[in-house]
């Protein structure tokens, strides 16, 4: 989220699979496969990037696609569609199908050697408005597209138009807009949505922390930034959050706690300097 330092942070893959809810197992099994890879220059260390790529595979491997099944699709999937992730989101059209489908950004769905195919499921939706032409998947994988080229006023609507009936990840992205638009309160409203339908979801919790502390409920945002530490106790901009939530209500042996643990967690952060100052202008010599 705009305003969270860890942007730039870099995860390891037991992390992933916390932040999935998978067997660290499968995903291990993903990167051997080279379904996941990592940032330039490191061993196995992931970017945010990867958070989203992980959750899409999630849903293919929880319909019960193996590893190599996934790495042959996505394969196929580029042909039409070039961007990976893009790509990647658009093979969830063919869960519960016996070959490969691709829903492309802009709501196509095609076979790999670009036939287009006609739509019987949406087809046979109610035609009364255009929403009803489209799942709330369909309307998601279109927020996200949009979302990436930052037209956040149209990947609003298109997450608006995934829900009710949305995904955690649904109710997340659109909380996330909402807040980059400006528009806390709605975007708290998304960001606890988020943490009902999924309360292992420790990036919601870590968001629904800050925007309940930028409305003024100081312990309802200590209360959410303990919940994500929770579910992650190495979740590092979880641990600089409600550093600065404690700070702020006056329990600094608390902040300087969480400063030293997000120090140990991500040492070398754009943000890291800072909340060294912040230990020594609070007696942390």
């Avoid at 870099?10 to 699979?17: D, I, K, Q, V």
């Amino acid at each position: 989220m705009s305003g969270a330092p860890g942007s730039d942070r870099l995860f390891s893959p037991e992390e992933l699979a916390e932040f999935c809810g998978l067997p660290i197992a499968v995903v291990k099994r993903w990167i051997d496969k080279e379904l996941l890879r990592p940032e330039r220059g490191t061993v196995h260390k992931y970017s945010f990037r990867a958070v989203g790529v992980a959750r899409t595979l999630a849903q293919l491997w929880r319909a019960g696609w193996s590893a190599p099944r996934i790495a042959r699709a996505w394969q196929l999937a580029r042909t039409v569609v070039p961007d990976p992730d893009a790509a990647l989101a658009g093979l969830l059209a063919s869960i519960g199908q016996r070959r490969v489908l691709v829903r492309t950004p802009e709501g196509a769905l095609v076979e790999p050697g670009g036939q287009l195919l006609f739509d019987f499921a949406a087809a046979q939706a109610t035609r009364k408005d255009a929403l009803a032409i489209r799942s709330p998947q369909d309307w998601f994988v279109i927020g996200v597209d949009a979302e990436a080229a930052g037209r956040l006023e149209d990947a609003t609507h298109a997450y608006e138009s995934a829900l009710p009936g949305g995904s955690a990840e649904a109710h997340f992205n659109l909380g996330n807009c909402l807040y980059a638009l400006r528009r806390r309160s709605e975007a708290l409203t998304q960001f606890a949505a988020a943490t009902a339908r999924a309360p292992e979801y420790a990036e919601a919790w870590n968001n629904l922390g800050i925007v309940r502390g930028e409305l003024g409920d100081r312990q309802g945002a200590i209360e959410a930034l303990q919940s994500a530490l929770l579910i992650v106790p190495h979740y590092a901009d979880a641990h600089f959050n409600l550093a600065e939530a404690l700070a702020v209500v006056g329990d600094l042996q608390g902040a300087r706690r969480h400063w030293r643990a997000y120090l140990s967690f991500d040492p070398n952060s754009r943000w890291a300097d800072q909340v060294r100052k912040r230990l020594q202008n609070h007696g942390d010599r």
